[in-house]
């Protein structure tokens, strides 16, 4: 066995004159406990585990899945979502054997939202002597199938106050690329790019699109556009879209006041210049289909209100501080001659305004992936992190315990000359006149040669030791 670096039954000092077995421990090698390289391999285990699900989780733009689980003897249906929206879906069934449903197939429900969970069937085998066996059919669209608009249901223009701009594509006039369900009744509004967009009714954000860069007039742009969904009282959904790259200033389940900003206005996506491409829909049954479709809307403008319907070519300027009037379309002429200084350079608002805050809730991607993640990664995440701080605090102890059983060559330069030799004298009694008489010091000196040399005898270490602290002297 090894004792202090040195092998038992070597020659050594006298017990009486060794310094204690805990006061000189070589430091060459160190042994890691079998604690800490457990604690090691859970930090592995969970940091393995908190990146496997990170990376499936990027797989899916919103926290909703549909999961078959099994119970006793069957199986059951179970959604679940994570996101700010409710989840209108439609579930059927396939390639059946020997089944038998709790309720007719396919299953339209609406799953709440924020960690709503909904079991939509259950599923047993009709002979139980027999195996069975199906697959399921999974469609969702994000809303509610039963939201239906209010009768007094009004929205303000969607840009900032004082501005004005012309009523593009709407209905009643041409239509160049409106023609489907979910854009029947929508509206574009030419406009600068940068021009600042603001909500035109109050509602909880549920989805939005920051990652897009470029525009055109190309099939493949079709679903390339930057955009922000806001969900209403009612359950309708607002479509603001073709927002500019970096021009996103809102996050998934963040409520927004009427008038607070959403973004910039840009040309991203399908479209053939800056523009803002607005339509309020909500979601329905066709057939055996969830489908979105557009709802016809109308604005407002002034205090106290003037209501109307957009139509195409409507000149309609942002104003709610006097009583409003209904927006002509025969001011063609006179906008193209009227400069609009504050659409073609946009510029922040003051401190503590509505633009200037909603600007710095960045970066809002990160936001909505926080928001997203489920409780039992947040406890995976825990358990790693207080694994990895137990982990530091014993790593940090082993470098103390380190230093502190390490031992330093002994430097002894108190002395400016060099001691005459002693003729006649043992090593031992050298070494110690040597000292000064100080024998705990030639004991440490000795104990340091043995060390060094832990085959030396007593005589040895001591004349080593001796020769150590004259050419130290020097």
Known sequence: MYRGGRKAGQPRCNRAHRAPADSVVSSLHTRVPEKVVLKRALFATAVLLCSLDLF?????????????EKEGHGHRIVARNNGPAP??????????????PDRPFPVYAVVPPDGGTLYLGRIRPAMSTMGHSFSTQTSWVLGDFNARQSPDAIYRLPYRDGLAFHLG??????????ASADSQYAVDIGMPE????????????????????????????????????????DGTIALYAHLAHGGVYVY?????????????????GYSSGPHLHFVVQTVTRSGRDLTMISLPFRFYVGNPPAVFSPRYGMYAEAQYSFPGRVP??????QAAATPLPAATTPAPEASGSPER???????????????????WQWAIALIALIVMLVFLDEARHVRRRKRLWTVHEPRMRSRPAEEPPRHGLSPEDKLVLGCGGDRRRAERLQEYEYQRSPGISNREAAQRAWERLQRDRT
């Not at 805050?357 to 409780?375: D, E, F, G, H």
Request: no cysteine.
């Open 56 to 68: 499936a989780g990027q797989q899916q733009d919103y926290p909703f899945s549909v999961e078959t």
């Open 87 to 100: 989840v209108s879906v439609r579930v059927s069934l396939s390639d059946a054997r020997n089944i038998s």
């Open 328 to 333: 002509t379309t025969n001011a063609t002429v």
């Open 357 to 375: 805050v909603m600007s710095l809730q960045v970066p809002a991607p990160l936001r909505y992936w926080l928001r997203s993640i489920p409780a």
């Open 194 to 233: 940068g021009t600042p967009i603001v909500a035109a009714r109050a509602g909880v954000v549920i989805d939005t699109e920051a990652n897009q860069i470029s525009g055109g007039q190309s099939p493949d742009m079709l679903s390339k556009a930057n955009a922000v969904r806001i969900q209403h009282v």
């Open 169 to 178: 594509q709407a209905p009643g006039g041409p239509l160049t690329t409106h």
């Open 252 to 268: 998934p389940g963040q409520r927004v006041a009427t008038g607070t900003q959403l973004g910039l206005a840009g040309s991203t």
